[in-house]
């Protein structure tokens, strides 16, 4: 059977490190080898992760740089066939490792996507959630790319595609994720291959999140109709109030209540009537407040 390689990156992450590394040993089938590489952490994590002994080889690695360079360093090492990834911060399920590496074991696929929920605690973190996750029922197994949370590939498809592009600091796992699709390789979707990841516990860290992967997307040359449809609707919105005022209160209300319902669900009531609508105008700003620097940022270098 071929060997695989779990690779994680880290940087000041004493305060979820030991959670990670116990999920990785309650995981039902065991890694052959761990690399882990750490980008310059200034807390604990290096002392932890070297008193590390679980009953499979560990490498820690030591490497100033971003994700991209942690990761790519990692791979370039591994002594596995197969690369299997997540992040610090996330918590493997216990059947994960098993459950996103068989399919390419078994022959089928180069790539494998796995799947995420949330650790939300709070009627906050259920909002971030849901704006940033894909919820299990609005899933299209068909079309989920991968993402650094919850993966496994190749390293031939690694090696294929030139690596993670180490040149983007906050999006590159999903520049990474469409050259693997845009290559040819055979890509396939594990919903049972399940991490936990911790959303933004305030307004801050998830607007700051946002406003980077739109940031990121402009700068790589990304352009996602999503983002375009923000920019629209909101070049609507204005035209219509400057034809009718009252027309465009009344589309602006309704926008407002399209927010809220699409993920009410979601977010108990009544938090849900003031933290969905204002989440939504909130990250729109953020969207395009990240594009409009990201297309000036590539209009100036």
Same mark, same amino acid.
């Given at each position: 059977?071929?060997?695989?390689?779990?690779?994680?990156? %880290?940087?000041?992450?004493?305060?979820?490190?030991?959670?990670?590394?116990?999920?990785?040993? /309650? &995981?039902?089938?065991? @890694?052959?080898?761990? %690399?882990?590489?750490?980008?310059?952490?200034?807390?604990?994590? =290096?002392?932890?992760?070297?008193?590390?002994?679980?009953?499979?080889?560990?490498?820690?690695?030591?490497?100033?740089?971003?994700?991209? =360079?942690?990761?790519?360093?990692?791979?370039?090492?591994?002594?596995? #066939?197969? *690369?299997?990834?997540?992040?610090?911060?996330?918590?493997?399920?216990? #059947?994960?490792?098993?459950? %996103?590496?068989? @399919?390419?074991?078994?022959?089928?696929?180069?790539?494998?996507?796995?799947?995420?929920?949330?650790?939300? /605690?709070?009627?906050?973190? &259920?909002?971030?959630?849901?704006?940033?996750? =894909?919820?299990?029922?609005q899933v299209d197994g068909d079309h989920f790319l991968p993402a650094t949370r919850s993966m496994a590939l190749l390293k031939s498809a690694w090696k294929k595609v030139g690596g993670f592009p180490e040149e983007y600091r906050w999006n590159e796992d999903y520049v990474f994720a469409r050259a693997l699709e845009d290559s040819g390789l055979r890509m396939g979707f594990r919903q049972d291959a399940v991490v936990v990841w911790s959303p933004p516990e305030s307004w /801050?860290?998830?607007?700051?999140?946002?406003?980077?992967?739109?940031?990121?997307?402009?700068?790589? +040359? *990304?352009?996602? @109709? /999503?983002?375009?449809? *923000?920019?629209?609707? $909101?070049?609507?919105?204005?035209?219509?109030?400057?034809?009718?005022? $009252?027309? +465009?209160?009344?589309? *602006?209300?309704?926008?407002?209540?399209?927010?809220?319902?699409?993920?009410?669900?979601? !977010?108990?009531?009544?938090?849900?009537?003031?933290?969905?609508?204002?989440? &939504? !105008?909130?990250?729109?700003?953020?969207?395009?407040?990240?594009?409009?620097?990201?297309?000036?940022?590539?209009?100036?270098?």
């Amino acid at each position: 059977m071929d060997k695989v390689t779990l690779i994680i990156t %880290v940087k000041n992450e004493e305060k979820t490190l030991l959670p990670l590394l116990k999920a990785i040993e /309650k &995981q039902t089938r065991l @890694p052959d080898e761990v %690399v882990i590489t750490d980008g310059g952490s200034s807390d604990n994590t =290096v002392p932890l992760l070297k008193a590390w002994k679980p009953g499979f080889p560990v490498r820690v690695m030591e490497r100033s740089g971003n994700r991209a =360079v942690g990761r790519n360093a990692a791979i370039s090492t591994a002594t596995g #066939s197969i *690369i299997a990834i997540t992040d610090a911060g996330c918590f493997p399920e216990p #059947s994960w490792f098993r459950a %996103v590496v068989e @399919p390419i074991q078994k022959g089928s696929v180069d790539v494998v996507a796995g799947y995420y929920r949330a650790n939300a /605690k709070t009627p906050f973190e &259920q909002a971030a959630a849901a704006y940033m996750l =894909v919820m299990p029922e609005q899933v299209d197994g068909d079309h989920f790319l991968p993402a650094t949370r919850s993966m496994a590939l190749l390293k031939s498809a690694w090696k294929k595609v030139g690596g993670f592009p180490e040149e983007y600091r906050w999006n590159e796992d999903y520049v990474f994720a469409r050259a693997l699709e845009d290559s040819g390789l055979r890509m396939g979707f594990r919903q049972d291959a399940v991490v936990v990841w911790s959303p933004p516990e305030s307004w /801050k860290p998830f607007l700051v999140q946002i406003f980077r992967f739109a940031y990121g997307d402009v700068v790589s +040359g *990304i352009v996602r @109709p /999503k983002m375009l449809s *923000i920019f629209g609707r $909101y070049l609507a919105f204005i035209f219509i109030l400057i034809l009718n005022t $009252y027309a +465009g209160i009344g589309i *602006i209300i309704l926008y407002l209540l399209w927010a809220w319902s699409k993920n009410a669900q979601y !977010v108990p009531f009544p938090y849900n009537l003031f933290l969905l609508p204002t989440m &939504q !105008v909130l990250s729109d700003i953020a969207v395009m407040s990240g594009s409009a620097l990201g297309v000036f940022k590539r209009i100036t270098t």
